[in-house]
């Protein structure tokens, strides 16, 4: 009996070999077109990846260069715009779209559009810089939130510095950053009388941060005062 049992739970190999090559020999334009199109795309891929983008991030790169170079020594308006012969800021932006140079080419025309005061200008290009650079990044999500906050938006200002607190709390930058941003967060919510996120992010100063920083000392005084308020 147990025998009859297990010869009817046996599959027969041969039945499921011929199957399958019955479904092959129908199929078998579909599959060859599906992994064609497999192919194609792969080939497509590495294509563009190796024969255009990477050539062109290196380009990219050595016209940020003379750029860098210039913001260095102060020469904004060159490095802005170039002097004809080399690219600048504005020309990289344009002609490198995509690159991680010209992410970071928005990144310093920010910084120069914020020096000269036009805050939306300069909004508009730290907007298009690279979040994702550990400490570029960073300092784009707080200009953000300092530029709207020159722009009168203060719940956009507080809710951008308070995300750059957060990116810099998990960053190399954190004893750097962090305790600027909460503190420079926490200046905001206070403006728009939301003392209790302000108190959370002060408390977060002088509880994990160097107790030295000028950050903290500003960050104890002004959670003193809205505590005495309470």
Same mark, same amino acid.
């Given at each position: 009996? +147990? %025998? !009859?049992?297990? !010869? !009817?739970? *046996?599959?027969?190999?041969?039945?499921?070999?011929?199957?399958? !090559?019955?479904? $092959? #020999?129908?199929?078998?334009?579909?599959?060859?077109?599906?992994?064609?199109? $497999?192919?194609?795309?792969?080939? &497509?891929?590495?294509?563009?990846?190796?024969?255009?983008?990477?050539?062109?991030?290196? =380009?990219?790169?050595?016209?940020?260069?003379?750029? /860098?170079?210039?913001?260095?020594? #102060?020469?904004?308006?060159? +490095?802005?715009?170039?002097?004809? =012969?080399?690219?600048?800021?504005?020309?990289?932006?344009?002609?490198?779209?995509?690159? %991680?140079?010209?992410?970071?080419?928005?990144?310093? +025309?920010?910084?120069?559009?914020?020096?000269?005061? =036009?805050? /939306?200008?300069? *909004?508009?290009?730290?907007?298009?810089? @690279?979040? &994702?650079?550990?400490?570029? &990044?960073?300092?784009?999500?707080?200009?953000?939130? @300092?530029?709207?906050?020159?722009?009168?938006? *203060?719940?956009?200002?507080?809710?951008?510095?308070?995300? +750059?607190?957060?990116?810099?709390?998990?960053?190399?930058?954190? #004893?750097? *950053?962090?305790?600027?941003?909460?503190?420079?967060?926490?200046? $905001?919510?206070?403006?728009?009388?939301?003392?209790?996120?302000?108190?959370?992010?002060? /408390?977060?100063?002088?509880?994990?941060? #160097?107790? %030295?920083?000028?950050?903290? &000392? =500003?960050?104890?005084?002004?959670?003193?005062?809205?505590?005495? /308020?309470?």
């Amino acid at each position: 009996m +147990a %025998k !009859e049992q297990k !010869e !009817e739970v *046996l599959v027969n190999v041969g039945d499921v070999y011929t199957r399958t !090559e019955q479904f $092959v #020999d129908k199929n078998r334009k579909a599959l060859a077109i599906g992994l064609g199109a $497999v192919a194609l795309a792969f080939i &497509g891929f590495f294509a563009y990846q190796y024969l255009y983008q990477n050539p062109r991030e290196q =380009e990219a790169a050595n016209a940020l260069w003379r750029a /860098q170079q210039w913001m260095e020594i #102060d020469s904004t308006a060159l +490095a802005l715009n170039g002097d004809g =012969e080399y690219d600048g800021f504005e020309s990289i932006i344009e002609n490198y779209r995509g690159t %991680k140079a010209a992410r970071l080419a928005h990144y310093y +025309a920010g910084i120069i559009s914020r020096d000269n005061g =036009e805050f /939306q200008v300069a *909004l508009d290009h730290f907007m298009e810089a @690279d979040f &994702g650079d550990e400490t570029a &990044g960073i300092l784009a999500m707080g200009n953000v939130g @300092d530029m709207h906050v020159q722009l009168e938006n *203060l719940e956009d200002g507080a809710r951008w510095l308070e995300k +750059a607190a957060r990116e810099a709390s998990s960053s190399s930058s954190r #004893d750097f *950053l962090g305790p600027i941003y909460c503190l420079k967060a926490a200046k $905001v919510y206070m403006e728009l009388g939301n003392n209790s996120k302000a108190i959370n992010l002060l /408390q977060e100063v002088t509880d994990q941060y #160097d107790s %030295k920083s000028q950050e903290y &000392g =500003e960050a104890a005084k002004l959670l003193a005062m809205l505590k005495s /308020q309470d």
